[in-house]
């Protein structure tokens, strides 16, 4: 079991940055592959990034190549996401998760088991 709490959300002018965090409780957090996921009004949560258990490989939607970063700290059982020169088509609700056993990296919603309460995230234009 692995318990996922966000952090680090807020309002934040287009142009400027914001870094997520996620906190996970359980020993075995280091195994898991982990990603964010975010949600706007009205629309179907979509990808944004994914990080292997080692931090070795990453993958992100293209909406955020270039601007936003994923990275992880085992040892503090932590995962970030540095979100630079924010657009106000970022806006949504943030989510971090934790991939199935087995899972190497994915985009896919239904390979993630576990899942934090999210982050909002505002970006005023």
């Known amino acids: 079991q692995v318990q996922l709490v966000e952090s680090g959300g807020g309002l934040v002018q287009a142009g400027g940055s914001l870094r997520l965090s996620c906190a996970a409780s359980?020993?075995?957090?280091?195994?898991?592959?982990m990603a964010w996921f975010r949600q706007s009004p009205g629309k179907e949560r979509q990808f944004v990034a994914a990080?292997?258990?080692?931090?070795?490989?990453?993958y992100y939607a293209d909406s955020v190549k270039g601007r936003f970063t994923i990275s992880r700290d085992n040892a503090k059982n932590t995962m970030y996401l540095q979100m630079n020169s924010l657009k106000p088509e970022d806006t949504a609700v943030y989510y971090c998760?934790?991939?199935?056993?087995?899972?190497?990296?994915?985009?896919?919603?239904?390979?993630?088991?576990?899942w934090g309460q999210g982050t909002q995230v505002t970006v005023s234009s």
């Open positions: 998760a934790a991939g199935l056993s087995g899972v190497e990296i994915s985009r896919r919603l239904y390979e993630y088991a576990y």
């Open positions: 359980g020993r075995t957090f280091s195994s898991h592959t």
């Open positions: 990080i292997t258990w080692s931090g070795a490989s990453t």
